[in-house]
């Protein structure tokens, strides 16, 4: 099965910088994108970075200029460079993948996979 393991979250100071990765495994035929969300408390999920096949990228107009998302196809894996982060950036980051695996009789199958989490605190 297909599994996101993502590394990297940790306490920064305003104004500091953070990279997290994720790596991608499992019965995986090709990626069609991967990315980054992210849940404050109290608030709902949402869109941080997406990256897909073709290159094309899309952020959250909140971090547009100081985040940077990234893809090393050959490693399946996904990158975010967070730079001059705030403590509004403070959450649970979450990565996500869209992926097709191979299944019997020659068939393959669409699937959208989250990781499990990693928390970033943004403080003094």
């Known amino acids: 099965q297909v599994q996101l393991v993502e590394s990297g979250g940790g306490l920064v100071q305003p104004g500091g910088s953070l990279s997290l990765s994720c790596a991608a495994s499992g019965n995986i035929f090709s990626i069609n994108g991967m990315g980054w969300y992210r849940q404050a408390p109290g608030k709902q999920r949402e869109l941080v970075a997406r990256i897909y096949s073709d290159g094309s990228t899309n952020y959250a107009d909140s971090v547009k200029g100081r985040f940077t998302i990234s893809r090393d196809n050959s490693k399946n894996m996904v990158y975010l460079q967070m730079n001059s982060l705030k403590p509004e950036d403070t959450g649970v980051y979450y990565c996500?993948?869209?992926?097709?695996?191979?299944?019997?009789?020659?068939?393959?199958?669409?699937?959208?996979?989250w990781g499990q989490g990693t928390l970033v605190t943004v403080s003094s």
């Open positions: 996500w993948a869209a992926v097709i695996i191979r299944v019997q009789f020659g068939n393959s199958k669409y699937l959208e996979v």
